[in-house]
């Protein structure tokens, strides 16, 4: 595996291990982007974010849509596909049940890195069905 996978797997249990702990979030978040690395998610999601401060309002909107809703997932499945700077992680998520989604709900996502001077300069994530994530967490 490359030094691009590990940092992703580091990143990704970053993410979920600081999601409700924004200082902890903060003060390890310039380890994987820097103030002009931008997050893509798509509009009826987050948007397009830039920087600490985009990284920072997605993490507080996260946490708040988890925190609401009580939602628990886990993820699995995860392949890595590599070509030089741009990593592609493919990855199955089930979400837990809530009102509506008695059996909860799975989907399937894929994030596009994209590195530059070993962090990353952009991340582009793509839902399997962004309508029926919108749904499951409306």
Not at 3 to 20: G, P
Not at 46 to 64: H, M, S, T, Y
Not at 66 to 81: D, I, L
């Amino acid at each position: 595996m490359s030094n691009h996978v590990d940092f992703i797997k580091e990143y990704s249990a970053f993410i979920e291990s600081t999601m409700l702990d924004e200082q902890a979030f903060l003060a390890k978040l310039p380890d994987y982007i820097t103030d002009e690395s931008v997050l893509v998610e798509p509009d009826s999601i987050f948007g397009r974010l830039v920087g600490f401060e985009g990284w920072a309002q997605w993490r507080k909107a996260a946490a708040d849509m988890a925190m609401r809703t009580g939602v628990r997932f886990e993820s699995g499945g995860s392949q890595f596909f590599e070509n030089g700077d741009t990593v592609l992680h493919y990855y199955e998520v089930q979400f837990s049940p809530r009102e509506g989604y008695p059996d909860g709900w799975r989907t399937s996502i894929i994030e596009r890195y994209d590195f530059a001077d070993g962090k990353i300069a952009k991340l582009t994530e793509y839902y399997a069905d962004t309508a029926a994530f919108v749904n499951y967490f409306a």
